[in-house]
């Protein structure tokens, strides 16, 4: 039997978990920026195999680690999920969620759509949001924006979008759809709040 098998169900007494996910370059860091800002809640730092962006802090928006660095917290359960996206690693820290929860507090993790998976076989009383851009030809233009990467990658972006926005219906509780942005934060601050 594999360890996922013997951890059992956790009901949230404790703190509140909210799990937000949408494609890349959909608006999701953004919106959890400002729905920080506008209720109790809490992002938990995740930790990545990319490289660091040029603002970004280690411990603060990331935690920036090495392919054996991961694969060494894989190895020893400490990440609660892992995912690979685009070629990196990406995981949430089993212990810092599990002490933040402790505390009551609500925490949002705003993780791809395979890490979310894996969170609500934990966590099946997790609020799930799923962001969705208005049209594609929106996310299409917001990735060249972003200009992270070169054309090629944005059109994997952009078919990988389309394969999770169809399995999002199936998982996800609340769909918001990222149009107009002061009402998409809005919207996800009443989910969160009535604790859907
Ligand atoms: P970015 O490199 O643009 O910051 O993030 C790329 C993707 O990785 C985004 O879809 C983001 O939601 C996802 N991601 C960030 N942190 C985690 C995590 O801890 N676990 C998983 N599964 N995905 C994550």
Same mark, same amino acid.
């Given at each position: 039997?594999?360890?996922?098998?013997?951890?059992?169900?956790? %009901?949230?007494?404790?703190? +509140?978990?909210? &799990?937000?996910?949408?494609?890349?370059?959909? *608006?999701?860091? %953004?919106?959890?920026?400002? #729905?920080?800002?506008?209720?109790? #809640?809490?992002?938990?730092?995740?930790?990545?195999?990319? +490289?660091?962006?040029?603002?970004?802090? !280690?411990?603060?928006? /990331?935690?920036?680690?090495? +392919?054996?660095?991961?694969?060494?917290? @894989?190895?020893?359960?400490?990440?609660?999920? /892992?995912?690979?996206?685009? *070629?990196?690693? /990406?995981?949430?820290?089993? +212990?810092?969620?599990?002490?933040?929860?402790?505390? !009551?507090? %609500? #925490?949002? $993790?705003? @993780?791809?759509?395979?890490? =979310?998976?894996?969170?609500?076989?934990?966590?099946?009383?997790? %609020?799930?949001?799923?962001?969705?851009?208005?049209?594609?030809?929106?996310?299409? =233009?917001?990735?060249?924006?972003?200009?992270?990467?070169?054309?090629?990658? !944005?059109?994997?972006? $952009?078919?990988?979008?389309?394969?999770?926005?169809?399995?999002?219906?199936? /998982?996800?509780?609340?769909?918001?759809?990222?149009?107009?942005?002061?009402?998409? &934060?809005?919207?996800?601050?009443?989910?969160?709040?009535? *604790?859907?």
């Amino acid at each position: 039997m594999s360890s996922s098998h013997l951890i059992r169900k956790k %009901t949230l007494e404790n703190g +509140k978990l909210v &799990i937000i996910s949408g494609p890349s370059g959909v *608006g999701k860091g %953004t919106i959890c920026r400002e #729905v920080v800002k506008r209720c109790n #809640v809490v992002v938990s730092v995740s930790a990545t195999t990319r +490289k660091p962006g040029k603002n970004e802090v !280690n411990g603060v928006d /990331y935690w920036f680690l090495s +392919k054996e660095e991961f694969e060494a917290r @894989i190895e020893n359960g400490e990440l609660i999920e /892992y995912a690979e996206v685009f *070629g990196n690693y /990406y995981g949430t820290p089993r +212990k810092e969620l599990e002490e933040l929860l402790n505390t !009551n507090a %609500t #925490v949002i $993790l705003e @993780i791809d759509i395979q890490g =979310a998976l894996q969170v609500l076989d934990v966590y099946p009383k997790a %609020t799930t949001i799923f962001i969705l851009p208005p049209d594609i030809d929106v996310l299409r =233009a917001r990735m060249e924006k972003r200009a992270r990467d070169n054309g090629e990658n !944005n059109e994997r972006r $952009l078919e990988q979008a389309s394969r999770e926005i169809a399995q999002a219906w199936q /998982y996800f509780k609340n769909m918001v759809v990222n149009d107009d942005l002061e009402q998409a &934060i809005n919207e996800v601050v009443d989910i969160i709040e009535s *604790g859907d």
